[in-house]
């Protein structure tokens, strides 16, 4: 009997923005997915690769699970789901990409007197990433409570929700929208290509590959 091919199995976030820059990504690598024909599973005939596309929240479960082998999510998705679990102890970031730069940063109501973080001791502050935001208050000894929101993070100040928000941060142009002013950055993220630990030698092989041409498009593009 013939033994099943060996596939490595990449995770990607469907639509968003991390999503485009991934498949190009990937098709600079030879990895063509085809446009507007994108099933949740695609198969590359040139490598022996398929592609899951999933919300980039699911990317590093889905890595960890043994699912996916690797993924492309930001490191601001892959800290706030593996802080304090078992899940981050099979994770490693196998490479940073360099694309879809954000921070995460805390943002009050422009009226509200802001000079050093002592000022927000005892606020509630709106946000989706609870435990970034928890592990940044506790490294400063503030006491001030995460409260967690799905999204619109930005508009809990004025309904009176939370006293302020700890959200991603790109132009500022929403904050400024919303009435609020950037006080403190808390993280700075790129898009990262996150793999689980123990890949078996014939997966790893396949990574290698990738890895070698992800390499060869960053220096054609310097
Ligand atoms: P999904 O539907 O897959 O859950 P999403 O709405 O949670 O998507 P996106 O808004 O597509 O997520 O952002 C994906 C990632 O892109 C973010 O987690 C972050 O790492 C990065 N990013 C870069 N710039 C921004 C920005 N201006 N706003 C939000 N995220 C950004
Ligand atoms: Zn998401």
Redesign the pocket.
């Known amino acids: 009997m013939k033994n099943k091919e060996t596939r490595l199995n990449i995770a990607l976030?469907?639509?968003?923005?991390?999503?485009e820059k991934s498949f190009e990504l990937l098709s600079k690598c030879g990895l063509e997915l085809a446009q507007g024909k994108r099933s949740l599973i695609c198969r590359s005939q040139e490598l022996p690769v398929d592609v899951l596309l999933?919300?980039?929240?699911d990317v590093p479960t889905f890595v960890s699970e043994g699912v996916c082998d690797i993924g492309i999510?930001?490191?601001?998705?892959l800290l706030e789901e593996t802080l304090g679990t078992k899940e981050g102890e099979n994770l490693e970031t196998v490479m940073e990409l360099g694309f879809?730069?954000?921070r995460l940063s805390i943002a009050l109501p422009k009226e509200k007197e802001y000079n050093s973080l002592e000022d927000i001791k005892g606020c509630k502050l709106a946000t989706t990433y609870p435990k970034i935001l928890q592990n940044f208050l506790d490294k400063n000894k503030i006491n001030a409570m995460a409260v967690k929101m799905e999204?619109s993070v930005e508009i809990a100040p004025s309904l009176g929700l939370a006293d302020g928000i700890c959200d991603?941060?790109?132009?500022g142009a929403t904050l400024e929208a919303h009435g609020l002013v950037e006080v403190e950055k808390i993280f700075q993220?790129?898009?990262v290509l996150v793999g689980r630990k123990n890949m078996s030698v014939e997966k790893r092989a396949i990574l290698v590959t990738i890895l070698e041409r992800i390499k060869g498009v960053r220096a054609a593009a310097k």
Request: net charge positive; aromatic share 0%.
């Open positions: 976030q469907k639509s968003g923005r991390l999503s999933l919300r980039d929240d999510v930001g490191q601001n998705v879809s730069g954000c999204g991603i941060v790109s132009s993220s790129q898009a």
